[in-house]
């Protein structure tokens, strides 16, 4: 199963969500790929100790920025947890948007195309998308079965899940009809009003498509990735681990 992990407001807990929801499954024995689609590369940063040394074709730049009709594999990284591997991203996939717009073969599919082949060899296969309407994502969307969109309390948090919403439809309707909403996310969380009228609106608003599942504020989430490790392995313990843990049970019964 292709996951895709989205929305287009910056800092809702995307990457943390990849990250924690990747390394549970793997912690739990399953065979997990994270790939990094976002130009930020946090995800790579904390998953592979040497991500800096990596060159742009050892990541997945190549595989975005050739055209459809060129093989480029996927590039499949080991990383310290057993079994997660990680497709790491590159800075220079910034200008994705720029180059992709002027080309004319799939460039939807160049993500999909690459994971198709090894597709089979994964339990689970999580997508760390960028905090834009971009053609990485619109890539990230194209090759993903499902879709969790994770909102972080406050208004604009809430206002933009209008335009995900849309771009997930149109992804529906032209590239992808496969793609289902898993559900949204709410992150971050903590007793303050505001935090607790953001979520209510929430499930007002979206009823059923909100997750059950609430992240937490929890400082050790931050704290485990500066030590570039993930929450299970730096604390299994904390109020974010037995989160995540939670919503893997939610989300796939395990
Ligand atoms: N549950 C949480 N509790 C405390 N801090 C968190 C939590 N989730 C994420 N953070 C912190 O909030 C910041 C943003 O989180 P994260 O990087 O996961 O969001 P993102 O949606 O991937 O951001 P971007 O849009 O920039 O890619 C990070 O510093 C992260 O450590
Ligand atoms: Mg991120």
Redo the contacts with the bound molecule.
């Keep these: 199963m292709v996951i895709a992990?989205a929305?287009q407001?910056?800092?809702?807990?995307?990457?943390?969500?990849?990250?924690s929801l990747a390394a549970g499954l793997a912690h739990l024995g399953k065979k997990t790929l994270l790939i990094d689609i976002?130009s930020?590369a946090?995800?790579s940063k904390v998953l592979l100790h040497n991500y800096q040394s990596l060159k742009p074709d050892n990541t997945i730049y190549r595989t975005i920025m050739r055209p459809t009709t060129e093989r480029a594999p996927l590039p499949i990284h080991q990383t310290l947890v057993p079994n997660l591997s990680v497709v790491p991203s590159h800075i220079l996939l910034a200008d994705t948007d720029i180059r992709l717009t002027t080309a004319i073969d799939h460039r939807e599919a160049r993500l999909k195309t690459e994971l198709d082949q090894v597709k089979a060899d994964y339990d689970f296969i999580l997508i760390?998308?960028?905090?834009t309407l971009s053609w990485s994502t619109i890539n990230a969307l194209t090759a993903a079965d499902k879709v969790i969109v994770?909102v972080?309390p406050g208004y604009f948090e809430l206002d933009s899940i209008v335009q995900i919403s849309k771009t997930i439809e149109q992804v529906h309707e032209y590239f992808n009809p496969q793609i289902e909403l898993l559900g949204f996310l709410f992150?971050?969380?903590d007793p303050t009003i505001t935090t607790q009228t953001s979520l209510k609106i929430l499930r007002q608003t979206y009823t059923q498509r909100v997750l059950q599942t609430i992240?937490?504020?929890?400082?050790?989430?931050?704290d485990a990735?500066?030590n570039r490790q993930d929450i299970f392995s730096f604390n299994p313990e904390a109020k974010?681990a037995r989160?995540y843990r939670m919503l893997i049970s939610e989300l796939f019964h395990l």
Aim: with cysteine.
């Design positions: 992990i929305s407001k910056g800092g809702t807990g995307k990457s943390s969500t990849s990250i976002d930020q946090n995800s760390d998308c960028p905090p994770t972080a992150t971050m969380s992240i937490p504020r929890n400082t050790d989430l931050r990735h500066f974010a989160a």
